[in-house]
Structure formats: C-alpha cells, structure tokens
C-alpha cells in the first residue's frame, strides 16, 4: 500500500465542510434535542423541515433535518466550493468521470450538485448560502454546549485506501491516519482542505454510513454543560463517548446520538495543519492511545453503529478489526 498523493491543483475547490441533513421521525423531537440538549440555533422552521446553524456562522444553516415517514437516514454530508465556476468545474469532472451526480436547487443554497464518491457516500457541493445574522457575541444565548461550527464528518467505508486516493485527487490532504502495525495498509484517513487536523474521516466498517458530524465549542467547559444539560432533560443515556482526549487530532470530545440514534460530536482544541512540508502523523492501528489518550474506551455500539444513506448498498470492510470496546475492557478490568 502507498499513501494518497494529494492533487496540488484539483479541478475544483473546495473550501471546507459545510453541512449535513438527515431523515428524521419525529421533527418536534429532533429540533428540541439539537436546540436544547446540543444548544444549536434554530435559523428556520417549516412543517416537515427545521434549518439549524451554529452560534458563530453566518450561512443560513449546517444542520438540515428532514420528516420521513420511513426509517431514519444520513440524506448527504455537504462541502463549500469557492465560487459559482467551481460548481460548473465539479459538474464537468463528474461527467467526464462517470460520478453519479445531478445539479439541483436546494433553498437557500446557490448553485449545488449532489453526487456519490467513489465509495458510495453521498454527497453535496455549493457555492454559496443565505447569509444570516452571527450570534457569537450573544453570549446570552448561549446554552448547554454552544456549538460554534460544524467542522467535520465521519464516513464508515469497506474500503479506506479507496476512499482516501479519491479525495486525494480533489485536493484532500491527510493528516493523520492509522494503519496496520509495520506497514501502510490504510485503516482510517484524516483530510482536511480548510487547515485544521480535518474536514473528513474515512474509517474501516461496514459502509458507507455515516458515523457522526461535528461542531466545535468554546472550551472545555463546554463539553461538561452539554453532558450536564443532556442529563438534566433526560438523555444521559444518550452520552455516547466521552468526555475524553483524542490521540488523533488532540481533541477534547463528547459524543450524543439523537432520538433517532444519528450521532454528533461536540470537541474543542484542534491543532493547525497548513504548512505543505508537515507529514501526516502515522498510528499504529494497535496503538490504544490513538483513540484515547485518556477516557474510558468506547462502547461496541460506538465502533459499529452508524447512520445508512437512502438506497444505497451497504458493504461488508475489505479489511477484518476487532476493536478494543468498553465492555472488553470491562470484563478485563
């Protein structure tokens, strides 16, 4: 296996990643969890969709959930290009690719093509959204975790390697991955466009789903107020992670599912990643420490559960993990 060589100059830019929306079951419950519990700001809501933002963004929404009357679902993570000729850019290299894609109007997006990547995920691009007002000065606002921005996603794939040379060649940059002890077989990759450790992950698993979207928050402290609000209304069972340390990317994290079990992350404390000559920090996929540098080791359900995108196949991993969970660890200890 040879790691990704990223495209130096890909054939449309991406900037960072932008939003998520999701298929949800109950929509009153949906918005009260991502209002209260997370502390999100509510910038519009109709009678089957609710549009939400962070406290320091000025894009009309990061968060879209959707009424379905089926079951629940990850409908498409979304990145930012940087102007209206990068969509027509995108929409030339999919056609001459042979990348399922289609141009669509979404509300209150510019010009957006959703599209599936190489490994099945799907998958949005635009150029442009309504600009709405920035509260993050309006400290009085503020409630349980304050989520900033959303920053990253997560994709379970059966196929890093692939996944990650896919993204490589649109100018992803790894800067942290593991891999099989002694070697480069690729078990999950960390690329960012925008400078910090990542904008999306790619981790070995029964994929494509999607494993989690995350915000950042102010502090520490935070992470602490969420957990406590979330315990205060009657989703303490729903702390799916943490609060923990990373040893890939060095954050401080937190991880909920919401009343139809998609799951988010708040985390603080990312590090700069922008200067060309840095390497990507390599782990060794045995290594405990690259999942937590401190904390207790995620639960089974945390390494194996993840939201499906709609009618799309789900693959079995190409590579076979037994990792380290909670209740191994319980039974040991």
């Known amino acids: 296996m040879m790691l990704p060589i990223t495209e130096p100059n890909p054939p449309f830019r991406i900037t960072r990643a932008s939003h998520v929306s999701l298929f949800v079951t109950d929509l009153a419950a949906s918005r009260d969890f991502y209002r209260d519990v997370i502390g999100l700001v509510v910038t519009e809501e109709t009678d089957d969709t609710v549009y939400f933002r962070g406290l320091e963004e000025a894009a009309h929404h990061s968060l879209t959930l959707r009424r379905t009357d089926g079951a629940p679902f990850a409908d498409r993570v979304g990145f930012r290009v940087e102007t209206d000729e990068d969509i027509d850019r995108a929409e030339h290299w999919f056609r001459a690719n042979d990348v399922r894609h289609r141009r669509v109007d979404v509300a209150h997006q510019g010009p957006t093509i959703q599209f599936t990547d190489g490994v099945g995920t799907h998958m949005e691009i635009t150029s442009s959204m309504e600009v709405v007002e920035r509260k993050m000065q309006r400290f009085d606002e503020f409630r349980a975790g304050a989520p900033q921005r959303l920053d990253h996603f997560q994709v379970v794939t059966h196929d890093v390697q692939a996944a990650t040379d896919w993204w490589s060649q649109l100018g992803m940059r790894m800067s942290e991955y593991t891999a099989k002890d002694g070697t480069e077989e690729l078990w999950g990759s960390w690329m960012e466009v ?140």
Not at 218 to 223: F, G, Q
Not at 229 to 245: K, S
Not at 277 to 305: C, H, K, N, Y
């Open 194 to 333: 925008k400078g910090n450790t990542h904008d999306l992950v790619f981790t070995n698993g029964r994929g494509p789903r999607l494993h989690h979207f995350a915000y950042t928050v102010p502090d520490a402290v935070k992470l602490i107020d969420a957990a406590d609000v979330a315990g205060a209304l009657g989703f303490g069972e729903e702390i799916d992670r943490g609060p923990g340390r990373h040893g890939i990317s060095n954050a401080l994290f937190l991880y909920l599912r919401d009343p139809d079990q998609h799951r988010i992350e708040l985390f603080t404390t990312h590090y700069q990643f922008m200067d060309l000559e840095t390497p990507p920090i390599r782990w060794d996929v045995s290594d405990p420490r690259r999942a937590q540098l401190w904390g207790m080791p995620a639960s089974a359900r945390w390494f194996f559960e993840a939201s499906p995108f709609p009618e799309e196949p789900v693959n079995e991993p190409l590579l076979s993990a037994t990792p380290g969970t909670l209740e191994d660890y319980l039974q040991i200890h």
